[in-house]
């Protein structure tokens, strides 16, 4: 996937990995063997996978899994690789006009919908909106579901968020991504590592985000649009012009990292790490 942006000092001194994937950026992100921080170390390899990345976008209501993180897992499955979006409520309480009952049938049925124009899947497991629990249950029951689609990217929530949801669902991902990746914690999957994890750029989780991935999503942006506008909230109906952030978000994200449209990412902070073998990689 081309434009994959990487920053440096500042945001005028990008590193532009040109005709790389996605499978090479994250190799190359989270040190040698490109294993999360906390995770045992494996063997060093240069080589980028062969097959095509899988990215799973992991959020606390249904518009946050396609507004804020449809984006990256258009592009995974533009290039060939899997894609699922996952969240974790249904968001049935948006709407202060319409039952949380009827809504939230409205949400699953639009996530399908929406998911079908990207070729993702996606999938639910209904805790009540409002009350994500930040607990075992949760956090295994994501678990088996990364162990399920084995992606090698997620995409979730930044802490930085006044949405207490949003705050759980970044807690429960930390906790589901180190289950998921216990060989000796025995589930109905075998143990799976996530190559690379970020945050999106969520305008409800803004406190100390600061972005230091540009990826272009110029190849898949109107299906991107396509497949949010499909939500009843995309247009402002709960209050918030959700279409017109995002859009202009993401043309604002790609005259920062010189193409048409992208989505700004934050990685964790170990993964920002570089090894560097001479001083001429540097």
């Not at 607990?135 to 295994?140: G, P």
């Not at 497949?227 to 995309?234: E, G, H, K, Q």
């Given at each position: 996937?081309?434009?994959?942006m990487s920053?440096a000092t500042?945001r005028?001194?990008?590193?532009r990995?040109?005709?790389a ?6 190799a190359?992100?989270?040190?040698p063997s490109g294993?999360?921080p906390?995770q ?5 390899s240069?080589s980028?996978?062969?097959t095509?990345p ?23 499955t ?7 979006l ?9 709407s ?23 070729t ?11 009350e994500l ?11 088996d ?22 705050r ?5 991902v930390?906790?589901a ?5 216990l060989?000796a914690l025995?589930?109905?999957?075998p ?27 110029t190849?898949?942006f109107?299906q991107?649009?396509g ?8 247009r ?8 017109d ?10 005259c920062l990292?010189?193409c ?11 993964q ?11």
């Open positions: 996937m081309k434009g994959i920053a500042t005028r001194e990008m590193i990995l040109s005709g994937t996605l499978a090479a950026f994250y190359g992100g989270a040190g294993q999360l906390g045992p170390a494996g063997e060093i240069p980028v996978p062969a095509p899988s990215v799973m976008a992991i959020a606390a209501h249904p518009g946050d899994s396609f507004f804020a993180m449809g984006g990256p897992v258009a592009l995974a533009h290039q060939g690789g899997g894609g699922t996952l969240s974790l409520t249904l968001g049935e309480r948006g202060s006009t319409i039952a949380a009952a009827q809504y939230g049938s409205m949400q699953r049925e639009a996530s399908r919908k929406a998911a079908s124009l990207i993702a899947e996606a999938q639910f497991l209904e805790y009540p909106d409002g629990p930040v607990n075992d249950e949760a956090s295994l029951a994501v678990c579901l990364i162990r399920r689609y084995r992606p090698s990217i997620i995409v979730t929530h930044w802490k930085g968020s006044w949405h207490k949801d949003h759980a669902c970044y807690e429960i930390q906790n991504i180190f289950y998921a990746g060989p025995t589930r109905g999957e143990a799976h590592e996530v190559r690379a994890l970020f945050f999106a750029d969520n305008w409800e989780d803004a406190d100390n985000f600061v972005a230091d991935t540009y990826l272009d999503i190849p898949v109107q991107y649009l497949a949010c506008s499909i939500f009843p909230m995309w402002g109906e709960t209050g918030f012009r959700y279409n952030y995002y859009s202009s978000r993401a043309v604002e994200c790609g990292s010189r048409r449209q992208a989505v700004a990412l934050m990685s964790p902070a170990g920002r790490v570089r090894y560097l073998h001479a001083l001429q990689e540097i």
